[in-house]
């Protein structure tokens, strides 16, 4: 059943691909049978960059509702300014308001019913932590921005889906040596919860199977290399296993991600973001979806970043930004025939 709103997909940063990519979905929108989007950013940005990639796009500024309507013949955006025009690649402090008010657009929308899932584009952190941007990620922000409009506390999860792996990092973006301790029990236990809900839920896995890694090299070798897997991470384990989630482990993280450990679990929990997104991205980097789990609406965004290297050079491949389109139009109609 096609869905009868649009997905809103945010520009990300202007001087990275988020631009490039959109214009490429958009030009193959039938040979990948998108769902139509709403393109949340700046129309010079936009013109701009189809005229150095010489591509013919027409763009028609839109609203959620008229998006459904032009996405056949022009690319439906909603107007936000990006703050400055910036040439490809060229970071600039002047576009994080315009980044994050596309972001914020995109939400009110998602959260008021006027689009069926937020697709964002790629950010680029230190731009945005420069402006003073208080939140490591849009996982962290988008649950904020939940919090604000429902009064609701949520642990926001990063979720890296392709076709071989879905992997999660339990603590996200921190310096490594920060690990061990922002790492507990209970941030495992809620990591783990809102994945067995919404991997039922959204996903319709009816019995999720959780492998859990270890942090330490061979699972910290019964303690011998280190302490938190038994101490912290065994013990979150028998604490959701209490509640009936199929989590095991903690497994040796370097035996768990090939084809044959791959087929005994559903999604692998990580510890940290390399050890959850090397595999990710290794397996897959043209074809996961980062998704973000427990929040009150559907987000996904491709797997990469800005990319700015390759901006507005006409090499970006487009493949997982399809993707993180098709996940979230798929997550949105199975939400709307649960809740019909
Ligand atoms: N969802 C988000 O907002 C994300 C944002 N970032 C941000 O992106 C910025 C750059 O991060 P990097 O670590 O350099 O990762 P990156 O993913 O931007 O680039 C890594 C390498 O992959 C290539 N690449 C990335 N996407 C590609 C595509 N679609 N087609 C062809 N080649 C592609 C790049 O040219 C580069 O060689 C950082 O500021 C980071 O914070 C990184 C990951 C996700
Ligand atoms: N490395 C993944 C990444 O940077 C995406 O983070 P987020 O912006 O989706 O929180």
Redesign the pocket.
Known sequence: MPLDRPLALTQ??PA??GPD?ALAAWLKRREYGLAPFLYIGDPEVLSARARLLELDVPISETDAAGALASFEASLPLYPVAAGALVAPGELHGATAGGTIAAIEKAVAFALEGTVAAVV????????LYASGFGFP??TEFLAELAYRATGEKVTPVMMLAGPKLRAIPVTI?IPLKDVPAVLTEDLIVETCQTADRDLRSRFGISQPRLAIAGLNPHAGEDGTIGREDAEIIHPAITRLRREGINAFGPLPADTMFHDEARSRYDVAVCMYHDQALIPAKALG??TSV?VTLGLPFIRT??????????AGQG???????VEALRLAAELAEKSAKVTA
């Open positions: 990300g940063d990275g691909i990519i964002t584009n790629p950010i680029a952190k230190s731009v990620g849009h973006h980097f043209d980062n965004s491709p797997d990469h970043g800005t990319a700015f290297g390759i090499v970006a491949r487009e493949s997982s930004l």
